[in-house]
């Protein structure tokens, strides 16, 4: 290409060429020995900011080998690393490499996934990887949906499509103030905190939200959701929908998702799943039948970005019937000439969800679904259950842990020294103290739960790197730390 302009944002080809190449070498070696480094530095934010300089904004440009080889100095040796072995913390996963390539192919390209006409061949890419999550998960691929940044935004694109669906039809011009019943929602109390966020943000209001507690098993209790349904429609209440977790963020638990939806059935609710975490646990024959009663979901959440391995962002809704996303989110502005080509019906995004101008994000989550196939999912996500429950099983052997829970990947345990072990408040104490040990100390990332009123110690194993020969390791990892800090609490209270 011959350049006419010359612009100090443009690269030429072999300056493009030569930092790319080593940018992928030093990619390919930070990949290659993440599990030689601390999962984390532990460096205060003062720290950080010192490494970075307090300089304002440049006024000169500056070399981009420059930049980018100070750059990936600073990610790779000042970096939390969840692609590490022994990173089980929160529910975030190692990436699939495969995916950062997508990224950097789909940023280079960076088509406008708002419209088809901006983004041919990524639209059609975005469908198909839609119709492959609904296989992938075991729903019919008449569902329609899109790819969202995460699980938050994805259970609200199924919140709203709810919202539009069952609530009356006038809220579109009077308003969610102007509604003469008060507007309901159902969920169990183990639900991710999104549905404050989203009755806050929706106009509902946070008095709306049901809070069902849950039986035994952690489960939402399906007798006290039917009474209260029945006691708010008594009372000039508008039930709109039900949320069934499948998988929920503390101990993995899945609700009693086919229970939920003949619910829903006869009282003519909406029924959405946050399947964020658990959902393609559904492609382990083993497990499927946790998900029984999915089909019948109108919509439902999920996070490529936790357990399909992708690099963050990427959350999906899907909906049975997409014609409620249209009528959610469609607007036709005079500014845009997106209409149809004949008969062949071109699929709008931004007709589908909150967001207008969008990027490629489902480059990645298309690919790795490639790379590594259904067989290879299925084994990847088998084996990240096995691991948890051999910590669920080397806890509960051993005599100083307490094996506390253990649902699909997540295994939540405790440290009970035998002299505390009647001591509820102290053990409180002692494992929140190991746990910050713990996540500052760099030999493994774990988060906590609380589970039954005891503070615990909790492993989400959404991680391809991580083996058998990690598992045993963090065991002894986390006796020594749970002895040390044991004995120096002890000893200050004695
Ligand atoms: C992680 C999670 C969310 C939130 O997803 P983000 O991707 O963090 O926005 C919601 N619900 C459940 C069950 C989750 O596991």
Request: hydrophobic fraction near 40%; glycine fraction near 6%; include cysteine.
């Amino acid at each position: 290409m011959t350049k006419i302009r010359k612009s100090s944002i443009e690269m030429d080809k072999e300056e493009f060429r030569k930092i790319g190449y080593q940018l992928i070498d030093d990619i390919s070696s930070f990949i290659d020995s993440i599990d030689q480094k601390p999962v984390t530095q532990n460096e205060s934010p003062s720290q950080l900011q010192e490494l970075l300089g307090n300089s304002s904004l440049p006024e000169n440009g500056r070399p981009a080998a420059e930049l980018m080889s100070k750059t990936t100095d600073l990610l790779f040796n000042h970096s939390l690393l969840n692609g590490h072995p022994k990173f089980f913390g929160y529910i975030t996963s190692s990436a699939a490499p495969i995916g950062a390539l997508a990224d950097l192919l789909a940023a280079s390209v960076n088509p406008n996934v708002g419209a088809h006409i901006l983004s041919p061949m990524a639209t059609e890419i975005e469908k198909q990887t839609i119709r492959w999550l609904c296989n992938f998960i075991g729903v019919p691929s008449a569902y329609g949906g899109i790819l969202v940044s995460g699980g938050n935004m994805a259970n609200f694109t199924g919140f709203l499509a709810a919202r539009t669906a069952k609530a009356p039809q006038n809220i579109k011009e009077d308003g969610i103030q102007n509604t003469s019943n008060k507007l309901r929602v159902y969920c169990s109390k183990t639900t991710h905190t999104w549905i404050e966020k989203a009755v806050v943000l929706f106009g509902l209001g946070t008095k709306s939200v049901r809070w069902i507690p849950t039986d035994a098993s952690n489960k939402m209790d399906i007798k006290v959701l039917e009474t209260t349904i029945k006691n708010d429609l008594e009372n000039d209440c508008l039930p709109l929908m039900v949320v069934g977790t499948a998988g929920d963020v503390s101990t993995g638990v899945v609700d009693n998702l086919g229970e939920i939806s003949a619910i829903c059935k006869t009282y003519n609710l909406w029924f959405h799943i946050d399947g964020a975490y658990g959902v393609p646990a559904a492609i382990v024959p083993k497990f499927n039948h946790l998900f029984e009663g999915i089909k019948e979901a109108d919509s439902i959440a999920l996070d490529p970005h936790k357990w399909l391995y992708s690099p963050l962002e990427a959350g999906c809704t899907l909906v049975k019937n997409p014609q409620h996303l249209i009528d959610t989110f469609s607007s036709h502005p005079e500014y845009y000439n997106f209409s149809n080509i004949g008969d062949d019906k071109a699929q709008n995004f931004y007709e589908y969800g909150l967001q207008n101008s969008r990027g490629f994000r489902a480059l990645k989550v298309w690919l790795t679904l490639q790379q590594v196939g259904r067989n290879g999912y299925e084994k990847l996500i088998s084996e990240d259950i096995e691991l948890s429950e051999m910590l669920y099983d080397l806890a509960d052997k051993h005599p100083e842990l307490e094996a506390v829970s253990q649902n699909l990947s997540i295994t939540t345990f405790r440290y009970v020294p035998k002299e505390s072990a009647n001591n509820m408040e102290y053990l409180n104490t002692l494992n929140e103290a190991i746990l910050n040990e713990l996540q500052t100390g760099g030999e493994v990332f774990l988060s906590n739960a609380i589970v039954k009123g005891q503070y615990s110690l909790r492993a989400c194993i959404v991680n391809f790197r991580t083996s058998k020969k990690d598992i045993q390791e963090i065991i002894e990892i986390i006796i020594r730390t749970a002895r040390k800090v044991h004995l120096k609490i002890f000893q200050a209270v004695e």
